[in-house]
Structure formats: C-alpha cells, structure tokens
C-alpha cells in the first residue's frame, strides 16, 4: 500500500510539473515572450478591449488576436493575422495558394488588399515547445505567402 501511495505521489508530482509548462491563451505574457523571441512585439488590447500582440517578423507586421475571452480575460484561441495594402494580388493568385496549401487561410479584404491568417486552438493549453513551433509555421506562411503571392 506504501508503495502505491508513494507511485501515485510521483505521478502526481509528474503531471502538475508538466501542467505548470502549458501555455494558455489566458497568459498573454507567455505568449508574448515567444514572439519577442523571434522579433519585435509588444502587448496591447483590441478594440474590444481584448488582448492583441503587435510583432514584426522577417519584416512583415503581424497581429495576434485573442478570441473566446470573457471579460477580456481567460481567453481559449488566438489568431495570427498579417495583411498588406499597395499590392496587387489578385483572386486567382489567393485560391490557388489556399488550394495548395495546408497551413493559412488567404483572402482579399473589402479593399481588395491580401489579408493572410493562421488560428490556434489553446482552449486546455499547449506546451511551450508546441507553440515556439506555431510561431514556426507562422513564420513559414507568412514566407511562403509573400513569396508566391506578394511578389508575382
């Protein structure tokens, strides 16, 4: 029974150590501490008065929005989002690289300029490492959509 009693400790020791390294979309801080590792970004709040994270990577501006959030807090999902004007993507230019690509949706704004966007469910977190490797593919589209779309 000692000997039981002494496993379940070790795994419950275990499992809060490894609750304590997920990542919440609640925890803006942790999520800018990420981005701030790969660039420029600075927390502030939307509109609505939610979070939002402002960062520039490989010289694209970018946004992170926080979505799901009660009282402007305990949020569950983000979105990253990157959009440019004085381009001339074209529609044909878009879905062709929705269609061929699996990470990022792409579509032109009501003023016809490329709006590129990646969403993130963190609704029962993730661990660091999971995020970083977001942040990763975030960089990743964002390369790729510049590169196929914005410079045809």
Known sequence: MKKLLIT?????????????TLVFASNPQAILQIAQGLGDAKLDKDRDGDPK???????SAYQILFFGCTNHVHCDNIEFQAG?????????EVNRWNRDKR???????SANDPMLELDV??????????LEDTFDYWRKVLRSFKHDVLNN
């Open 121 to 130: 469910n963190l609704d029962y977190g993730v661990s660091r490492k999971n």
């Open 53 to 59: 994270i402002t960062g520039n990577l490989e010289g």
């Open 84 to 92: 440019w004007t004085d381009t001339k993507a074209t529609l044909q």
């Open 103 to 109: 990470f990022g949706k792409a579509y032109l704004d």
């Open 8 to 20: 379940l400790g070790l795994l419950s020791f275990a499992f809060n150590a490894h609750s304590q």
